[in-house]
């Protein structure tokens, strides 16, 4: 799904703009017991109570595409064989009301996932879109729909101990100690089945949501859609196997210009992305990093060695989201001694020197410099 297809989405979660029936919830607590479970009719609900509902599910299809929803891909194998795909599509095909499939999922969520002392929620809810047909002017034409899309959303929400507070009485007008109870707080992780592709139906995907791209969950990814790839690496080890990656294929040549021109290439194709205002995801292939380095003076042999770790490590037609392999927001240089931080835009006003035999980093200096505040000048020798 790009930016606009999940958009398209979103906005169904919205008081009185969805084909929601009931929300279906589990309460778990730490010891992986269920407590209580519902299924609660939006259309008994108070528009208060929907919106909240309806406010934490739509929050599965926020954040970063690469980072935090990530796509899950089913092979054919996969869609004709697994149990796990069978209990998705049946969980769609009945809008959720096949109790036997709910409790198949919510038996394999609750052992792959764990909050420490805090219970949890599990909330799930279905939808079916009757997807409006868009012209060449990208204008819905709401009496001319092409599909109805069903799909169904489950998410995962710790629920947080309850707070004292004081709040004020009206009858003796004072303050009194009051309880909030216990508070279900935003998804820390959840799906959406099936995706939304080119505006339609797409079972051999689900999108995975996560709060906090360096916990991926992976035995919940593991236990519940059981795919036949590898389960996705987080934005942070993507980060740090590509940093590997780069520093023991390039080795001497791996050089502080080299490293600068890199991330100022991957920088400047985000800004164009963005500027385009192109709905796709943007990603890197293992060979247009390799022109990336080639641009930045990387010798052949240099960018073939790391072409073939790249392929080992991430697999042949890995493709990898540039925000998550470069720090994009910060030009960040460290040595044993000192840290030094530039805004990317800036990152070509340092240079290396080598001068009388010793290694330096050059930052230039003009007006405005300060110590702790203070105003100083720079002497000349």
Same mark, same amino acid.
């Given at each position: 799904?790009? +930016? ?5 989405? +979103? ?26 479970? &519902? ?13 909240? &509902? ?39 095909? !009945? ?17 792959? $996932? ?7 929620? %599990? ?13 060449? /002017? ?13 799909? &169904? ?6 629920? +947080? ?62 236990? $519940? ?5 590898? !389960? ?31 991330? /100022?290439?991957?920088? /400047?194709?985000?800004? %164009? ?47 990898? !989201? ?7 927001? +910060? &030009? ?6 000192? !840290?030094?931080? $530039? ?39």
């Amino acid at each position: 799904m790009n +930016k606009k297809e999940i958009s398209e989405i +979103k906005r169904r979660f919205k008081f009185d703009y969805n084909a929601i029936g009931v929300i279906y919830g589990y309460y778990i607590n730490s010891n992986k017991d269920i407590i209580s479970s &519902f299924d609660t009719s939006l259309g008994l609900m108070e528009q208060s109570e929907t919106e909240i &509902f309806l406010s934490v599910l739509k929050k599965t299809l926020s954040g970063t595409l690469g980072k935090n929803l990530i796509d899950i891909e089913f092979s054919t194998s996969d869609v004709e064989n697994k149990e796990e795909h069978k209990m998705l599509m049946k969980l769609k095909d !009945t809008c959720l009301r096949d109790e036997e499939a709910r409790m198949q999922l919510v038996e394999k969520i609750i052992p792959s $996932v764990s909050f420490g002392d805090d219970n949890y929620l %599990i909330l799930m809810a279905a939808d079916a879109y009757d997807v409006p047909y868009r012209d060449g /002017n990208l204008e819905d034409l709401a009496d001319a729909g092409s599909e109805v899309f069903q799909y &169904f959303i489950c998410c995962v929400c710790p629920v +947080k101990p309850a707070k004292l507070k004081l709040q004020y009485n009206n009858d003796d007008g004072e303050f009194h100690s009051t309880s909030t109870g216990q508070i279900a707080a935003s998804p820390e992780l959840g799906f959406m089945f099936p995706t939304f592709d080119d505006r339609s139906s797409n079972i051999y995907n689900a999108l995975y949501y996560v709060h906090k791209p360096a916990e991926m969950y992976d035995e919940f990814i593991d236990t $519940v859609f059981n795919a036949e790839p590898e !389960t996705p690496m987080s934005a942070p080890v993507q980060r740090a196997v590509f940093q590997d990656t780069i520093a023991e294929s390039l080795e001497e040549e791996c050089s502080f210009d080299t490293i600068k021109v890199m991330n /100022n290439e991957i920088r /400047n194709a985000i800004e %164009i992305h963005k500027e385009e205002k192109n709905p796709e995801k943007l990603e890197l292939s293992v060979d247009e990093v390799g022109s990336l380095l080639s641009r930045s003076g990387v010798a052949k042999e240099k960018i073939d060695n790391f072409k073939e770790s790249y392929t080992e490590k991430f697999g042949e037609s890995a493709m990898l !989201t540039p925000d998550n392999i470069v720090e994009t927001k +910060k &030009f960040k240089v460290e040595t044993p001694e000192i !840290t030094i931080n $530039v805004a990317p835009e800036n990152a070509f006003l340092l240079k290396t020197r080598i001068i009388d035999g010793s290694k330096y980093i050059l930052v230039p200096a003009g007006e405005g410099v300060q110590i702790n505040g203070i105003d100083v000048t720079i002497a000349e020798d």
